[in-house]
Nanobody, 125 residues
Framework: QVQLVESGGGSVQAGGSLRLSCAAS????????VAWFRQVSGKEREGVAT???????TYADAVKGRFTISKDDAKITLYLEMNDLKPEDTAMYYC???????????????????WGQGTQVTVSS
């Protein structure tokens, strides 16, 4: 059973920055991939960014140039640095993984059996 524990989040004004962290209990010696999703109440979860054990990184168009995903391999901890935040970034943010040896793509929530508890990000105008 893979566990993911998130931290970070909070409330900021537009233009501000926040950093999210996600500690994942994945096997470090096998391929792994972790994604950040976000969800606004009443809407589907939206993929934001992915990173894998080989250093491959992807971003959704809505966050390119503003968000940066990174990792600490020693602890398999993932980070999402969010800059120039906008009110439309307000959502519950989740880290998720399909498990070891499984690719992050297609980036759709139903493919991910393992999720963190979520952390709220609120951006005021």
């Amino acid at each position: 059973q893979v566990q993911l524990v998130e931290s970070g989040g909070g409330s900021v004004q537009a233009g501000g920055s926040l950093r999210l962290s996600c500690a994942a209990s994945l096997y470090p010696d096998s391929y792994w991939c972790v994604a950040w999703f976000r969800q606004v109440s009443g809407k589907e979860r939206e993929g934001v960014a992915t990173i894998n054990s080989q250093g491959g990184i992807t971003y959704a168009d809505a966050v390119k140039g503003r968000f940066t995903i990174s990792k600490d391999d020693a602890k398999i901890t993932l980070y999402l640095e969010m800059n120039d935040l906008k009110p439309e970034d307000t959502a519950m943010y989740y880290c998720a993984t399909p498990g070891n040896d499984v690719n992050c793509y297609p980036l759709i929530a139903v493919r991910y059996p393992y999720w963190g508890q979520g952390t709220q990000v609120t951006v005021s105008s």
